[in-house]
């Protein structure tokens, strides 16, 4: 079974730093882009971050210099490290395995991060 688990989130002042984890499980971890997405109240899930099997790295305009993705092949984990929040950040976080083929992507059930001002 195909498993994604965020952890890491919680509530920081904005200026501050916070770092999201996330283990996976029941699938070749490095054939996969992996990304995280994150979804405010009354808006649509978007995608932050993705990272692809051989390291290559896109961010959305709005993180781009302030989060970075990384992942680790033999822990079969990916992180984000979020530096300089704004309450603007403020979303529910998810762990993506990003589709490929007739593969639908794949998410976790997320972690909150709430900025405060």
């Known amino acids: 079974q195909v498993e994604l688990a965020e952890s890491g989130g919680g509530l920081v002042q904005a200026g501050g730093s916070l770092t999201l984890s996330c283990a996976t499980s029941g699938f070749t971890f490095d054939y996969y882009t992996m990304g995280w997405y994150r979804q405010a109240p009354g808006k649509t899930r978007e995608l932050v971050a993705s990272?692809?099997?051989?390291?290559?790295?896109m961010y959305a305009g709005s993180v781009k210099g302030r989060f970075t993705i990384s992942r680790d092949n033999g822990k079969k984990t990916v992180s984000l490290q979020m530096n300089s929040l704004k309450v603007d950040d403020t979303a529910v976080y998810y762990c993506?395995?990003?589709?490929?083929?007739?593969?639908?992507?794949?998410w976790g059930k997320g972690t909150l991060v709430t900025v405060s001002s």
């Open positions: 990272i692809s099997p051989g390291g290559t790295t």
């Open positions: 993506g395995r990003e589709g490929g083929g007739v593969t639908p992507t794949v």
